[in-house]
């Protein structure tokens, strides 16, 4: 429920300030990006089982394109979608990327969803609602477009980072013996919590 929220005392600096801050609106994008934990609980759904830094990199990029473009465009133009449908949309993505992970659309209806096209189209929403979220405070339209950049830029340093933390985490686990057993039962967890964001 507060994944997407932002503090009192950054809500009061965004709509107090005038000009670009760019130093300030990095920290404020890689902030929210460390933070949001639908966000991390979803990469972490996408990197689960890729080993190589290639494959990390052409699974995520489309996540940070889609995320990107909505968020600016999003607040640029004024477009806003509920926040709470968006929210529960978020939510869905982590069951949906766990149930991905497990092989139940093989099982249960004998195809593979294309993972990069789903990943691209959940970074779209993941940004309408960041967007939405931006769109409920008063900013001053002086220097909001190199402001909205540099947060857009805070928010890909935020999940680079976060994707070396998660990545750094998988490559210890994944040497365990009991890393096949466990990771079911990650993803079966993993589902619960997207489900309990969703509601």
Not at 2 to 19: L, N
């Amino acid at each position: 429920a507060y994944a997407h929220d932002v503090t009192p005392g950054d809500a009061g600096y965004i709509q107090e300030i005038f000009g670009v801050h760019i130093i300030s609106f990095i920290y404020l994008g890689a902030k929210h990006m460390m933070t949001g934990y639908d966000h991390i609980l979803f990469l972490l759904g996408v990197v689960f089982f890729l080993y190589h830094m290639k494959d990390v990199a052409i699974y995520a990029s489309p996540f940070a394109l889609g995320h990107s473009v909505t968020m600016l465009l999003g607040v640029w133009f004024g477009w806003g979608i509920n926040a709470y449908i968006i929210d529960a949309i978020i939510g869905f993505s982590v069951v949906y990327k766990a149930l991905d992970n497990l092989g139940a659309f093989r099982l249960w209806f004998g195809v593979q969803p294309n993972t990069k096209a789903a990943t691209l189209v959940f970074g779209l929403l993941h940004g309408f609602g960041l967007a939405t979220k931006i769109q409920e405070y008063v900013i001053s339209p002086d220097g909001l477009l190199g402001n909205l950049i540099a947060f857009n830029v805070g928010v890909e340093l935020g999940q680079l980072m976060a994707l070396a933390l998660i990545l750094l985490a998988m490559t210890q686990w994944r040497a365990r013996p009991a890393f096949a057993q466990q990771a079911y039962a990650a993803n079966v967890l993993m589902m619960v919590a997207g489900s309990a964001l969703m509601g």
